[in-house]
């Protein structure tokens, strides 16, 4: 055990050491994480959102149309024959 032997300041400065490589390996994962991540963005933007856009663009063809069949509905109850 030849920390024993150590002075107070070097104890410190050891822990304090430890830490900060504790804290360096954590950002490093986060990083490596951070890229996975964004990669799953990426996708997520390539493939999915334009089926949503493309949705969003039927739908309002839909209520284009049934505003139109409503308004030829409603014109055609006012006809008298």
Known sequence: MVYKNWSVGKKFAAVFAVILLVIIAFGVYLMSELKVVRGGVTSF??????????????????????????ALLGRDANLVI
Do not use: F, K, M, W
């Open 45 to 70: 933007d390539e493939v999915a959102l334009p089926g949503v856009i493309l949705s969003s663009d039927i739908q309002y063809d839909v209520n284009t149309v049934r505003r139109t069949q409503y």
